[in-house]
């Protein structure tokens, strides 16, 4: 009857320090210990891919040829160069006959995206020029193409014609219409620091 009453009360002992010890123990500290080790455990596996991620897009970078990094950084640069874009937009204008009188540039589109990027976060900028200019339809035609074909970014978002009823002859008896032309252009580029 010893041994009985010895077990029961070891029992009830180990019952009570269950409810006592153990349980408050486990469902507090230690469950919260086992929630952060499962939580680290998940943040160390997506620092492993994304070191994983990126070793892959250094290996892609390194493999670009220094050609086409000049080409990308000519057609995206890092800063928005709006005095080598002028002088190259004046250099295709002289090539094509076309004349620009005047440019304004408005950089007001930055401001706006600066405002926004907590919204939407872009890696690109923009700024706004505007041109005014005098030509043939046939050079300002040019004008376009060489536009289309220079490897800076740029959209054309809106162009206006106006005949200014000048005409031209030359020695040939050819007559040719002068017109002004406006256009505001789109230019992008991509600053290094985000």
């Not at 002992?13 to 998940?42: C, K, M, R, V």
Request: without cysteine; charged residues 15%.
């Amino acid at each position: 009857m010893n041994k009985r009453i010895i077990i029961i009360l070891e029992l009830a002992a180990i019952i009570g320090l269950y409810f006592w010890y153990i349980q408050p123990t486990y469902s507090g500290s230690i469950h919260t210990i086992n929630t952060d080790i499962a939580s680290e455990h998940t943040n160390e596996i997506a620092i492993q891919r994304y070191v994983q991620h990126k070793t892959q897009l250094i290996r892609k970078q390194n493999n670009i040829s220094t050609s086409n990094l000049s080409r990308l950084s000519s057609m995206l640069p890092s800063s928005n160069n709006t005095m080598h874009f002028l002088l190259n937009l004046n250099a295709l204008a002289l090539r094509s006959g076309f004349t620009i009188s005047k440019f304004n540039i408005d950089n007001q589109s930055n401001n706006q995206q600066s405002n926004t990027i907590q919204k939407e976060r872009k890696i690109y900028r923009t700024f706004i020029v505007s041109i005014s200019g005098e030509g043939t339809y046939a050079s300002f035609r040019q004008f376009l193409d060489s536009l289309e074909r220079n490897l800076r970014l740029i959209d054309i978002t809106s162009i206006s014609i106006e005949n200014n009823n000048i005409t031209t002859t030359s020695n040939i008896k050819k007559q040719t219409t002068l017109y002004n032309y406006s256009l505001i252009l789109q230019i992008y580029w991509i600053p290094l620091s985000l």
